[in-house]
């Protein structure tokens, strides 16, 4: 492997680095459950309307780590063919 074959390695794990970053930072933010409480605090349906709204964040949660183990092994697959 060639030191520009490694210098385009290390950027191309560093975009991939920081783009897992940014989705994971992202679903953080939605993930703000004083205000899914706050927002569906009254009401007649309050409970199942907290229930859907942390039932979505979950099943986004899941999607999102999918992804980021996808993202995560083909960064392992990148360092292995480097070797």
Do not use: C, P
Request: proline letters at 0%; aromatic letters at 8%; glycine letters at 4%.
């Amino acid at each position: 492997m060639t030191k520009n074959d490694l210098i385009n390695l290390a950027y191309s794990l560093e975009l991939d680095l920081k783009y897992l970053k940014k989705e994971l930072q992202f679903q953080l933010e939605l993930n703000d459950v004083e205000d899914i409480l706050e927002r569906y605090k009254d009401g007649e349906h309050k409970y199942a309307w907290q229930a859907g709204a942390f039932q979505a964040m979950v099943k986004g949660d899941n999607r999102m780590l999918e992804r980021a183990i996808e993202n995560i092994e083909k960064m392992q697959k990148k360092l292995g063919e480097a070797k």
